[in-house]
């Protein structure tokens, strides 16, 4: 994946393996080994499920620390569960398909980070899930797509969880995914244009437009956005 990726290499980025994290021993083991805070929430969740938290959480101290955080980040779970990044600072965790990606940036860049991980989905759950991420205009686009269909769905779906996830915490606005409109899609520069059809704050009102950076790597989508300060 490109070093200039996401946005334009403005964030710190960081990603291991669920893998990695298991070799480590059992799951409150491996999060004491890589310093990750274990919440009792997670004692009931299958173990794969704990692992996943545990990875996300150490590529969140990761991307962290590659951003200027010269602390250790507990990153303990909001009332949404949403992590809680360290003063002056902000990020995304994303995992799926054992891998867990994050981003970090001071807020003297961004106010907001929002990523998403997706497997690729394939004709028949593209075709299935389609009606609930898209309005009908979107779906007839993502039918002409050189991507292919299951693939510019995937993407979709994908740009608008990284979207929602960079704007909820900063408005604690619920948003759906009807909500958002998929437009112009740059196969070279990698970018699809999200429009906002639910206003949440003076400065992000109905109409906004936002470039999502993707990428597509080992039959999976990266997506990233972020809101810039200011």
Known sequence: MASDFPLGGACASSRISVAEVARLGPPRTAAERL??????????AVRSRQYEFIAGRAAAQAALHVAGFGGHALLTASAHRAPQWPG?????IAHSHGQAWAVAAPRQHFDGLGIDLE????????EELAPALMRA???????RSPLGFGVH?????????????????????????????????ETAAGTLGLRLE??????????????????IERGAVWTAVGLRNG
């Open 35 to 44: 310093g990750v805070n274990f919440p009792d929430r997670l004692a009931g």
């Open 88 to 92: 002056g600072f902000v990020g995304s």
């Open 119 to 126: 497997h690729c989905l394939g004709q028949v759950p593209a």
């Open 137 to 143: 205009e979107e779906i007839a686009s993502a039918r």
């Open 153 to 185: 769905v995937t993407l979709v779906f994908s740009a608008k969880e990284s979207l929602y996830k960079c704007l909820n915490p900063l408005f604690g606005k619920e948003f759906g995914f009807h909500d958002l409109v998929a437009e112009t899609l």
């Open 198 to 215: 639910a206003p949440l704050a003076p400065r992000v009102e109905a109409g906004r437009h936002f470039e999502v950076e993707y990428r």
